[in-house]
């Protein structure tokens, strides 16, 4: 099992959950940005997405109040709830719990 999950390939991941993504930022009026571009992968992962989403904080022209950082393998299960819907109030930075201890990386917000 370890080996099957080090060697899975992502490459084509987005171009299927994309859809997905695009269709709940129409319904609610979210700006979608595909950060790929920006990763560094000379960086583990986790720590090149701080780079890409530092970049819709305090870079770009049309600054965000929060962003939302979703890997290529997760989609929007629920398309009714909005972010500020599940936003916990006075929090600057939700992650994702994963099974009991740990947590994914893969699946936060922040805010500006």
Known sequence: LQRLVKW???DNLLT?????????CKRHGYFLV???PYLDNSRPPSWSKIIAVRRL????????????????????????????????????????KQKLVSYN??????KN
């Open 16 to 24: 299927m959950t994309w859809p997905n993504k695009k269709a709940y």
């Open 57 to 96: 904080l305090v870079q770009e022209k049309q600054k965000c109040d929060w962003v939302v950082w979703l890997d290529a393998d997760t989609v929007i299960m629920n398309p009714s709830k909005k972010f500020e819907d599940i936003l916990p109030a006075n929090h600057d930075f939700v992650v994702t």
């Open 34 to 36: 595909d950060s790929s």
């Open 8 to 10: 899975r390939q992502f």
């Open 105 to 110: 990386a893969g699946a936060w917000i922040i």
